[in-house]
């Protein structure tokens, strides 16, 4: 079973950057799908970045398109979510996720425990 733990989150200003590392300390990942989603209070969770594990192609909606980097390191069985010019808005629990979809939630089998950023204005 894959056990996804995210770390990096924290209290940030306005146009800042932050990086969130999700370590796998399970069995590999290999193959699944990686994502990032982030859950504001109320809302839905929503994908902000996913990669496949073969062949690297990443997803990224346009609320962060730009902004925000994924990659993956499989040696390390660790993938990153790299934010830059991070908005208000950008508020959210960050949850790491590995599965077989791209965009949605309930194609996600594996989930991490969350980690919030805070974007002040």
């Known amino acids: 079973q894959v056990h996804l733990v995210e770390s990096g989150g924290g209290l940030v200003q306005a146009g800042d950057s932050l990086r969130l590392t999700c370590t796998n300390s399970?069995?590999?990942?290999?193959?699944?799908?990686l994502a990032w989603f982030r859950q504001a209070p109320g809302k839905e969770r929503d994908v902000v970045a996913a990669?496949?594990?073969?062949?690297?192609?990443?997803y990224y909606p346009n609320s962060v398109k730009g902004r925000f980097t994924i990659s993956v390191d499989n040696a390390k069985e660790t993938v990153y979510l790299q934010m830059n010019n991070l908005k208000p808005e950008d508020t959210a629990v960050y949850y790491c996720?590995?599965?077989?979809?791209?965009?949605?939630?309930?194609?996600?089998?594996?989930w991490g425990q969350g980690t919030q950023v805070t974007v002040s204005s």
């Open positions: 990669i496949y594990t073969s062949g690297g192609n990443t």
């Open positions: 399970g069995r590999t990942f290999s193959g699944y799908t």
């Open positions: 996720a590995a599965g077989a979809g791209i965009k949605t939630a309930s194609d996600y089998i594996y």
